[in-house]
Nanobody, 121 residues
Framework: VQLQASGGGLVQAGDSLRLSCAAS????????MGWFRQAPGKERDFVAT????????YYADSVKGRFTISRDNSKNMVYLQMNSLKPEDTAVYYC???????????????WGQGTLVTVSS
């Protein structure tokens, strides 16, 4: 599966932003989808993941209550709605696909190219 993330940009603290990830191929619904982020000089961190049918979601503690992951299998899309953004949310955000539910980046075999989110204070 090929992934393409979009929707990043420059926003102010407290604003909202929605990231989108478009997947190619007819097997999208077979994959668990996740979002990760990587700030400058830091490791890539787990943000959120959603199960194949979208019935369960999991979040990093740092974004719980502010971010929402969702998917539309009919459109081969996964989204990350980000509310109440903070400067520490600044990072390149990546969507990724895995065969099982996990927060470990190494378990995701497919990655999008990343989209930059910058939150100014």
């Amino acid at each position: 599966v090929q992934l393409q993330a979009s929707g990043g940009g420059l926003v102010q603290a407290g604003d909202s932003l929605r990231l989108s990830c478009a997947a190619s191929g007819r097997t999208f619904s077979r994959y668990v989808m996740g979002w990760f982020r990587q700030a400058p000089g830091k490791e890539r961190d787990f943000v959120a993941t959603i199960t194949r049918a979208g019935g369960r979601t999991y979040y990093a503690d740092s974004v719980k209550g502010r971010f929402t992951i969702s998917r539309d299998n009919s459109k081969n899309m996964v989204y990350l709605q980000m509310n109440s953004l903070k400067p520490e949310d600044t990072a390149v955000y990546y969507c990724a696909a895995a065969l099982s539910v996990t927060t470990w980046a190494v378990s995701y075999g497919y990655w999008g190219q990343g989209t930059l989110v910058t939150v100014s204070s």
